[in-house]
């Protein structure tokens, strides 16, 4: 089993950037793509990009890209993933849950259940 934790969460004005990271760790924490959903005020929990064992990205909504980055630091038995956050929006704020799918890549269909979630971590993005 993985267990994640979620920092750097936080307020950040529009057009500013934030960095989240989620700590991983675990023995086969090496066998687990790592990725980011996000549920904003009033809608369901959405899926946002993801980052294989190998350090490749998914990117699954249209308005990460070119704004989000992902990238994967491996340990012995830890994992931290970084999701870099550029020019933020308002409709960019809700929770931002880490989760880990047990498998090298990630899922290309989006539809893949996480195998473990972290609790989660506030953005708002506001003057």
């Known amino acids: 089993q993985v267990q994640l934790v979620e920092s750097g969460g936080g307020l950040v004005q529009p057009g500013g950037s934030l960095r989240l990271s989620c700590g991983a760790s675990?023995?086969?924490?090496?066998?687990?793509?790592i990725g980011w959903f996000r549920q904003a005020p009033g809608r369901e929990r959405e899926r946002v990009i993801c980052?294989?064992?190998?350090?490749?990205?998914?990117?699954?909504a249209d308005y990460a890209k070119g704004r989000f980055t992902i990238s994967r630091d491996n340990g012995e038995n830890t994992a931290t993933v970084h999701l870099e956050m550029n020019n933020l929006r308002p409709e960019d704020a809700g929770v931002y849950y880490c989760a880990a799918e047990a498998g090298l890549i990630c899922d290309r269909s989006g539809t893949y259940e996480p195998d473990a979630w972290g609790t989660g971590i506030v953005v708002t993005v506001s003057s």
């Open positions: 675990g023995v086969t924490v090496k066998l687990y793509a």
């Open positions: 980052i294989s064992t190998r350090d490749d990205p998914t990117y699954y």
